[in-house]
Structures are given as C-alpha cells and as structure tokens.
C-alpha cells in the first residue's frame, strides 16, 4: 500500500499527503523545519511527528533558523526537557548545528533552496554522501524522504493519486531534469 492510498481521509496524513509532501518549499525556516521533522522521525512514525508537529514550532521558535542557530546550552536543556517532542540530545543537537550550517550555506549560496538548486540534479546516493559531509544525523533514509518531500527526489505521489496533477502544476525540481533520483 503506497502513502496515496493510506493518507487519503486520516486526520493527520491526509492533509499533509495532499497539501505539502511532494511539494516544493523555498523559505529557509521552512525547509529547515521539514529537516528538521525528518531527523526526528528516525526511528519513529511520521504519525507521531505530525502529532507533534505543533509542539516542534513552540520549542523551536516557529523554526525560525537565525533564533535556533543562536541556542546554547539553556535552549538545549529546555528542549532536553521538553514532553512534547523527541527529547534525544543527539537530534536536538543535530537541529542547532543544522541551523548553524544552513546560516553559512545561506552565506555562500544566498538561501538553503538555493544551494539545494546548485545541487540538482543528484542520484539519491550522491545527494546522502552530500547530507553526511553538511549536516549531522543525515542518513539515507532521512535525506530521501527530506528530498522526496520537497519534489526533489521523484516519488511522494503514484501517477494514479488525485494530487499529482497538483504537485506537478507546482514544478517541483525533479520535473525539470526527468528522473535523477532513481
């Protein structure tokens, strides 16, 4: 069963399925959200992300990227102790030194979406070895659903889901260059 099939009609995928994944994002805070909310799935359910997706926006300053950049040690304890997200010390670590390197990928490349274009397109491999030398706890699985995600990895929608024609009409970068990240 693909997420085209299960989202549809559920509380919390559903809207998601049909107004974000796949689609493309270009605001720094945003996409730095969407990391974010990857990192932290690691081991878990996307449900209990989404269910907590609102707790994440409070503790990180709505995501605002220059703020949590700025966190020292009284920020990460007050995440640390935080009930409503996932309080492990290396994903809240890896969400301020994420922050901080997207300020200097912000320096030499004008914004995150930016240097995410400079980089398309990339074979899903090149695009995980990428991801481990910039930021911390990237994995492959957490790059592709990041990239996935934001319509730069082909793949969130079968052609067959009512929202394809959406996601496409949105252009997201994998449209432009054909199928890179297979």
Known sequence: M??????????WHGPYHDTEYGFPLRGDDEL??????EINQAGLSWL??????????AAFDGFDLDTVAGYGGVD?????????IIRNRLKV???IENAQR???IRASHGS???WLDAHHPLPKAEWVKLFKRTFRFTGGEIVGEFLMSLGYLPGAH???????PRVLAAAPPWTRTGDAGA
Do not use: M, N, S, W
Request: net charge positive.
């Open 76 to 84: 990460r304890a007050r995440l640390l102790a935080d009930a409503g």
């Open 2 to 11: 693909t997420y085209c099939d299960a989202a549809p009609g559920h509380p």
């Open 93 to 95: 670590d890896a969400a």
């Open 102 to 104: 997207i300020q200097q």
């Open 32 to 37: 730095f959200e969407r990391l974010v909310l």
């Open 48 to 57: 209990t992300i989404l269910k907590k997706r609102e707790a994440f926006r």
């Open 158 to 164: 079968v052609p067959e889901c009512p929202v394809y």
């Open 112 to 114: 995150f979406a930016a």
